[in-house]
Every structure is written in structure tokens, then in C-alpha cells.
């Protein structure tokens, strides 16, 4: 079965410092990865995919993501932390057949 | 902008009530899924269905069902609602990355 790890379940980093969200995945066949930011009360938006091609991609609001297979990871990070980039952030993982798998969510906390 | 709208934001129930939650999206996308979120336990995948009329059970779909009418519309019933199934609710739909709506956050008392 697969699985989606986000071990931390909070971050907290000052503004304009560099920040890491975590993600590691277990899923069979080539794994398509996503990473969703959740505002408070709101649903889930989309940040990033990584489907085939470069291991870093680049998503919305300067948020990139590495996708490194020999260690199964999907880690999100940005160079510069903004205040408004506190949130819910969840890493998802899907297979060959289309089903998604979330990982628990990690809190960004950035503080000014 | 793509959109998917969720017909409630907030909804308050009682126990035994039927319940149900609208979910309609404008992209034209054939995969469409509810989720439940619970603090520390992520999403769940509550139903999906990948056509119209098609259905399938996800993670947890007890006390659960769905209706696929119309591609652009689905639906989430709680035949008789319990408390335990006060939660917020996701819509989503796909085609590669997902388009979730704004989520409808049910108290059942």
C-alpha cells in the first residue's frame, strides 16, 4: 500500500529565514507527487507536481520542491519565508492507477 | 479560474438527519472525490468515482454514499447522521492535480 510521511507536524522559521517541509513516500511503479497549501477555513490549493522530467520544480508563491528517488523524498522548501506563507501545507503522493495518498499535514509557522 | 463549489460552508445538523453535501465543478473533469479532514488525521478519501454513475469506496465509506448524476456534480449523503461524522468535508476534482472546493464544516448534535 502507499503511504505519505510528513514527520513534522510543525515549522516554525522567521521571516525571511530559508524553510523545509519534509515529505517521504512509499508507493509502487513511478510515483506522481504534489504538494497543497491550506489557508485557515479554507480548501485545499494547489502548489506543485512533480510527474516526470527535472527533479526540481519550481510551483506558485516561490515554493520548489526536489524530488530525490534514492531517497524517496519530496521535501518543499523556499529560499525567503514570508509571514503569509503560514499555513497547512500537505505532501500527496499517486500511482499508476490514480490513487492519491495524503501525508498528515505540516503547520508552517513563520514568524516576523 | 477553475472552479469547485461546495453548496455549504457551514452546516449543523441532528443526530438521524439525512444529510447532503453538493459538490458541482466547472472544468469538465471526470474524476471526482470527498474527502473527510479530522485534526492530526489528514485527508481521507471518503468516495471517488471516475465517470458519471460510476462510484467507489474509498477509506472510509461507512455511514456514506454518493451520487453521480451528472459529470459536473457529486454528491455526498450521510444516511443518518452521527455525531462522530462531524468533520470538515472535501470535494475535489481532477485531471492531473487536484481542485478542491472551500470545504463545508458539519456539526452533527
Known amino acids: 500500500a502507499q503511504s505519505v510521511a510528513q514527520p513534522e507536524d510543525q515549522v516554525n522559521v522567521a521571516e525571511g529565514n530559508p524553510l523545509t517541509v519534509k515529505c517521504t513516500y512509499s508507493?509502487?511503479?513511478?510515483?506522481?507527487l504534489f504538494w497543497y497549501v491550506q489557508y485557515p477555513n479554507r480548501g485545499l490549493q494547489f502548489l506543485l507536481k512533480?510527474?516526470?522530467?527535472?527533479?526540481l520544480v519550481k510551483g506558485s508563491y516561490g515554493f520548489e520542491a526536489e524530488f530525490n528517488k534514492s531517497q524517496t523524498s519530496f521535501h518543499l522548501k523556499k529560499p525567503s519565508a514570508l509571514v503569509s506563507d503560514s499555513a497547512l501545507y500537505f505532501c500527496?503522493?499517486?500511482?499508476?492507477?490514480?490513487?492519491?495518498?495524503f501525508g498528515d499535514g505540516t503547520t508552517l509557522t513563520v514568524k516576523p | 479560474d477553475v472552479k469547485v463549489t461546495q453548496s455549504s460552508r457551514y452546516l449543523v445538523k441532528r443526530t438521524g438527519e439525512k444529510v447532503f453535501l453538493e459538490c458541482v465543478q466547472d472544468m469538465d473533469h471526470e474524476n471526482m472525490f470527498w474527502y473527510r479532514q479530522d485534526p492530526g488525521l489528514g485527508l481521507r478519501l471518503i468516495y471517488f468515482?471516475?465517470?458519471?454513475?460510476?462510484?467507489e469506496k474509498g477509506d472510509i465509506p461507512e455511514g456514506y454514499s454518493v451520487s453521480r448524476e451528472k459529470k459536473e456534480r457529486f454528491s455526498l449523503i450521510l444516511e443518518s447522521a452521527s455525531t462522530n461524522q462531524t468533520s470538515m468535508y472535501l470535494c475535489a476534482s481532477r485531471k492531473t492535480e487536484a481542485f478542491f472546493g472551500q470545504g463545508t464544516r458539519l456539526t452533527v448534535v
Open positions: 512533480y510527474i516526470t522530467g527535472d527533479n
Open positions: 468515482s471516475y465517470d458519471v454513475k460510476m462510484k
Open positions: 508507493v509502487s511503479g513511478n510515483p506522481y
Open positions: 500527496a503522493v499517486r500511482d499508476n492507477a490514480g490513487k492519491s495518498t
